[in-house]
């Protein structure tokens, strides 16, 4: 178990690794570098510059600026944004609790509802119930995620006027905390709404061709022999079972709530990563977008880490071989 | 070459293939989506030179709502919605479905050498294809259109490098399946090549199931288009569903119509492309439907 562990960790570090040189390969290509951004106005004369490229280390060989930039990044250094006037470590992590509290509502939310519904199909297999979930799973998948967003907006905010249409907080935000707290969950029903569409379609197929594997199983058929309740079987037996693949495929796809996110975010006008990706690449703000890329690339590898260890702890079949034995 | 040798274990294809649609024809949707979605081709093919020749031009007066003046209204600048659409449906077929020719191009060849040669070969690809996964895919599209500058080159190309894993493993999955099969083995006794075997012998028998997930890869790379266009980083000068939407951002509010009707183009499109995948799925897997 720790074994197999360490060997996960370890081959995250290298992942990781990788990316960062992809990022600075990226930032190679980049055209002009930051010193092209600081003079943008003009007038420096070619000492200043000079100057300015030693104090960034813009002068030395590119495998030096490589190992730097290793160096910088392990050290939570990922760069200055000129136009925040700030680290971008900073920036981006201004920006990332929304992005985080978003994306675990959604979560949240087609967890329980794709479970509900896929659980609900299994169990009557040819019934109308089965052909209107799948249903539903199709058109979630077939919907631009912005634009559901969109039309969310035009029918909850517009013509039923029941939610807020933009922003994370009431102008001025309310003073105490459990008042903060309400106003903020208030802003986020839409959009954690809009982004649980996303997975709403492939957590409720998964469930539902996971349930209907476990149902035919021989420990079903035995706890059903047993003479336990039908509820009992379903929930203690089968759900258990069926939510192994649910709770890898959930891991396994934050590159892609992350990535719905963004949509999202932009959408509603929620001060998060989204916005803070869309503005950097409009005003080619590079060392903030390649920020974005590299940290989301990193949780994605931390999930995909944790994910693992989950499915190891709920499923005793998988995992190291002195766990088979 | 004696190409001639008749593999023993493969199956007959002609008759095989004629089994498939017949299963197919028999799936009420996945037909009636095939209808749809041809009649959608055939606007995007025929429709540009039936309505007005450019999208871009303004016809009548700004925002006007769906009516006699124009049959789906008009976005901000007056250009009429129903005009956009028929272009954009030529302009969003036609970039989604080169964005999935690239993956798939990419995607099988990696899967295709990693399954086939096994070894040293398998393990880098799939360290890389580990490597590509771990990019949110939307996010390093973003970052790769700013930098090579939104074209509808850039668009296609970034979205064949964010979506091409997950085909490359499944054609990798495949390709370990069939490697040691029978007719594999006597393609070879026959003197074929590596080459040869995984294009000829492998690959169409690995099909069946790659076809199914293609369908549905034509389906995300359109939804991954119109994302990018509908933040703004794709040709400003080719009228594609997406980029109507994003042009109209700020006028949605007070005129529902400017988005409405090219979302709901993308949805139908997508959703008649799920609905082939399904049919697909039932008929190349004769015992799933029996469930």
């Known amino acids: 178990m720790f074994r197999s562990f360490a060997i996960r960790?370890?081959?995250?570090?290298?992942?990781?690794?990788?990316?960062?040189?992809l990022n600075f390969l990226l930032i190679q290509l980049a055209p002009g570098d930051a010193v092209d951004v600081l003079i943008a106005d003009g007038g420096a004369s070619e000492e200043v510059i000079q100057r300015i490229r030693e104090t960034y280390g813009l002068d030395q060989s590119v495998p030096t600026q490589l190992l730097r930039y290793i160096a910088a990044i392990f050290q939570g250094d990922l760069g200055y944004s000129f136009h925040f006037n700030k680290p971008v470590t900073q920036v981006i992590l201004e920006a990332l609790p929304v992005t985080i509290m978003l994306g675990l509502a959604?979560?949240?939310?087609?967890?329980?509802?794709?479970?509900?519904?896929?659980?609900?199909?299994?169990?009557?297999?040819?019934?109308?119930?089965?052909?209107?979930?799948?249903?539903?799973?199709?058109?979630?998948?077939?919907?631009?995620?912005?634009?559901?967003g969109m039309m969310m907006l035009i029918a909850f905010a517009s013509w039923l006027p029941l939610f807020p249409a933009y922003g994370l907080t009431s102008v001025p935000p309310p003073r105490d905390f459990v008042g903060y707290a309400l106003d903020v969950s208030y802003h986020l029903v839409l959009p954690a709404i809009t982004l649980s569409g996303l997975f709403l379609a492939s957590i409720s197929r998964l469930s539902r061709a996971s349930m209907l594997d476990v149902l035919g199983a021989d420990y079903i058929r035995t706890a059903e022999a047993k003479g336990l309740t039908r509820a009992s079987v379903i929930y203690k037996h089968a759900l258990r079972n069926a939510a192994i693949p649910i709770v890898t495929m959930i891991g396994l796809q934050l590159g892609q709530l992350l990535s719905g996110a963004v949509l999202v975010e932009t959408v509603f006008s929620l001060p998060g990563i989204g916005p803070l990706l869309f503005e950097s690449v409009l005003r080619r703000d590079y060392p903030v977008m390649l920020g974005i890329l590299l940290m989301s690339a990193v949780m994605v590898i931390v999930a995909n880490i944790l994910t693992d260890l989950t499915y190891r702890l709920i499923d005793p079949r998988v995992g190291s071989r002195s766990n088979a034995r | 070459m004696p190409a001639d040798i008749q593999a023993p274990a493969a199956p007959l294809p002609e008759q095989a293939w004629?089994?498939?649609?017949?299963?197919?024809?028999?799936?009420?949707?996945?037909?009636?989506?095939?209808?749809?979605?041809?009649?959608?081709?055939?606007?995007?093919?025929?429709?540009?030179?039936?309505?007005?020749?450019n999208p871009f031009s303004m016809v009548e007066a700004p925002l006007l709502p769906p009516g006699d003046e124009a049959f789906l209204g008009t976005d901000f600048l007056g250009r009429d919605v129903f005009t956009a659409l028929v272009h954009g449906a030529r302009a969003t077929l036609l970039i989604g479905i080169a964005a999935t020719f690239l993956t798939m191009a990419i995607g099988i060849s990696i899967g295709a050498f990693a399954g086939y040669?096994?070894?040293?070969?398998?393990?880098?690809?799939?360290?890389?294809?580990?490597?590509?996964?771990?990019?949110?895919?939307?996010?390093?599209?973003?970052?790769?259109?700013?930098?090579?500058?939104?074209?509808?080159?850039?668009?296609?190309?970034?979205?064949?490098?964010?979506?091409?894993?997950?085909?490359?493993?499944?054609?990798?999955?495949?390709?370990?399946?069939?490697?040691?099969q029978e007719f594999v083995l006597a393609s070879r006794a026959a003197g074929a090549q590596d080459m040869r075997i995984m294009m000829r012998t492998i690959l169409p028998n690995a099909m069946p199931p790659l076809i199914v997930s293609i369908t549905l890869l034509i389906g995300v790379c359109i939804l991954f288009e119109a994302a990018l266009s509908f933040l703004g980083l794709t040709d400003p000068d080719i009228m594609t569903w997406g980029l109507m939407i994003g042009a109209s951002r700020d006028y949605f509010w007070d005129s529902p119509w400017t988005v409405a009707y090219p979302g709901l183009a993308i949805l139908i499109t997508v959703l008649c492309i799920a609905l082939i995948g399904d049919g697909l799925n039932d008929a190349f897997n004769p015992k799933l439907r029996k469930r």
């Not at chain 2, 979605?37 to 995007?44: D, E, P």
């Open chain 2, 117 to 180: 040669f096994g070894g040293l070969m398998d393990d880098g690809l799939m360290r890389v294809t580990e490597f590509f996964l771990v990019l949110p895919n939307l996010v390093f599209a973003m970052i790769l259109t700013t930098l090579f500058s939104p074209s509808m080159w850039t668009v296609i190309f970034a979205i064949g490098i964010v979506n091409w894993c997950p085909l490359a493993r499944l054609t990798r999955a495949e390709f370990v399946r069939l490697k040691s």
């Open chain 1, 9 to 21: 960790v370890l081959s995250g570090v290298i992942l990781l690794l990788a990316v960062i040189v």
């Open chain 1, 106 to 148: 959604a979560l949240f939310i087609s967890s329980l509802f794709g479970t509900v519904l896929g659980v609900a199909a299994a169990l009557r297999p040819n019934h109308l119930t089965s052909h209107l979930v799948t249903f539903i799973s199709l058109i979630g998948y077939a919907t631009p995620t912005f634009w559901f």
């Open chain 2, 18 to 53: 004629r089994r498939t649609w017949r299963a197919f024809a028999s799936n009420r949707p996945a037909l009636g989506a095939l209808i749809v979605l041809m009649v959608i081709i055939f606007a995007g093919l025929v429709g540009p030179y039936l309505v007005a020749e």
